[in-house]
């Protein structure tokens, strides 16, 4: 398969459950070909898959927009946010649990599962696309 990442933001403690960090780990269990990057937990005493990479807080997010290909961002709710706008203008894509153009709509965690079903099958395709066109004759 072609190799892809997401990244999803989670804090520490009780703003675990805002940021729907269980909801996230199962996900990434669901979804064990996919490296899921956390940003702003650094995972202590969270149960997580093999496929889960914490980065804990970072003050540069260039790296990080430059490794993923979508960014996942589920929350009970939120008002617009800046790094919702961030990954869209790097040409990335956004599965979102708050109605956005230009991004995955996800209400809820079997959405958002099958929002990232649907780009994981768009991306290999676009990948396979890439692939024909660079290749040498």
Do not use: C
């Not at 709710?77 to 599965?95: F, I, K, P, Q």
């Not at 979102?96 to 290999?124: G, I």
Request: cysteine-free.
């Amino acid at each position: 398969g072609v190799p892809w990442s997401l990244a999803a933001k989670v804090k520490r403690g009780m703003r675990r459950g805002f940021y729907l960090a269980p909801e996230v780990m199962k996900l990434a269990a669901a979804l064990p070909e996919v490296l899921f990057v956390i940003m702003g937990d650094h995972g202590e005493g969270m149960e997580a898959p093999a496929n889960v990479k914490f980065l804990g807080r970072l003050d540069d997010m260039n790296q990080v927009y430059s490794w993923i290909s979508v960014y996942l961002r589920l929350l009970r709710h939120d008002s617009l946010s800046a790094m919702v706008l961030e990954t869209l203008a790097r040409g990335r894509y956004v599965v979102y649990s708050k109605e956005f153009p230009f991004t995955e709509y996800a209400e809820d965690l079997p959405a958002a599962h099958q929002a990232l079903e649907h780009l994981k099958a768009f991306l290999l395709v676009r990948h396979q696309r890439i692939l024909l066109a660079i290749r040498p004759k």
